[in-house]
């Protein structure tokens, strides 16, 4: 219960920070409620995945083999300094080449997307406070993609090809990572169809792969390193992102 309780606060942060992000509701769109109502009822199902997936990854992350070392040394008195300290260079890394990489894509696509579509996707972006990016982006997604949704992959693997005999295979956190990474980047696409209309090959590749690459660093430092590690590296992210998005201002 105290790792459930300390994962979920913290989780909740990143989706109580939502509040302040503007929604994208098109230009003239009538609303039929109060825009307070409508942002506490986008609060409430990333509230339930959250639930869900932090349950998930208490019940299942350590019979595959995962874990959130800082947070359990936190939860079992031990010293938590000495399980942070692995991760902290790892995810700095990861981080930085994460966010380079994705710096790198944006710039890359903007020679392919349409104008109407990087316009508007620019303005979603700026008016996404940091606070939000690190918090939601950094923790609240890592629990979900990384605790939840990949340690249920693991384990459902694991079953499927050792009937849960002995420790996962490599493969099984392969395609964990996988999956996660792309289920996680085909869930950017309603959104991207809110942005514009016309869903073409370049805005769909697009959104596939500038979602799904930093996937496959997180999940390797989560199976690798622990949580904390994925977490720290997705913040770093934020950061370079919009720092090298404020310098080419």
């Not at 409620?33 to 019940?59: C, D, E, N, R, Y």
């Not at 606070?131 to 990384?146: A, D, S």
């Not at 295979?169 to 999956?179: G, K």
């Not at 989560?222 to 720092?243: D, F, P, Q």
Request: contains cysteine; glycine residues 10%; aromatic residues 10%.
């Amino acid at each position: 219960m105290k790792l459930f309780t300390i994962l979920w606060l913290t989780g909740m942060a990143g989706i109580i920070s939502l509040w302040w992000m503007e929604l994208p509701i098109p230009e003239g769109e009538e609303l039929k409620m109060p825009l307070w109502q409508i942002k506490l009822l986008s609060l409430t199902s990333p509230t339930i995945l959250l639930s869900v997936a932090v349950l998930i990854g208490v019940f299942l992350a350590h019979q595959v083999g995962l874990s959130a070392p800082f947070i359990e040394a936190l939860t079992q008195g031990n010293s938590a300094s000495l399980a942070i300290q692995p991760q902290v260079i790892p995810g700095i890394i990861g981080g930085l080449i994460g966010g380079v990489l994705l710096v790198a894509i944006q710039w890359f696509a903007k020679l392919f997307l349409p104008s109407d579509f990087l316009t508007k996707a620019e303005a979603l972006s700026g008016n996404t406070p940091l606070v939000t990016r690190i918090l939601y982006g950094g923790i609240t997604e890592e629990l979900l993609l990384r605790w939840g949704m990949m340690t249920l992959l693991v384990w459902i693997g694991w079953h499927v090809l050792s009937q849960g005999h002995g420790k996962p295979s490599t493969l099984c956190f392969v395609v964990a990572i996988a999956l996660s990474s792309l289920l996680f980047a085909l869930g950017h696409l309603p959104l991207a169809f809110l942005i514009t209309k016309q869903l073409t090959t370049s805005v769909i590749a697009y959104v596939i792969i500038g979602n799904s690459v930093f996937g496959l660093i997180a999940g390797y430092l989560y199976w690798r390193k622990g949580l904390e590690a994925a977490i720290i590296s997705h913040m770093l992210v934020h950061v370079v992102m919009v720092t090298a998005a404020r310098l080419v201002q």
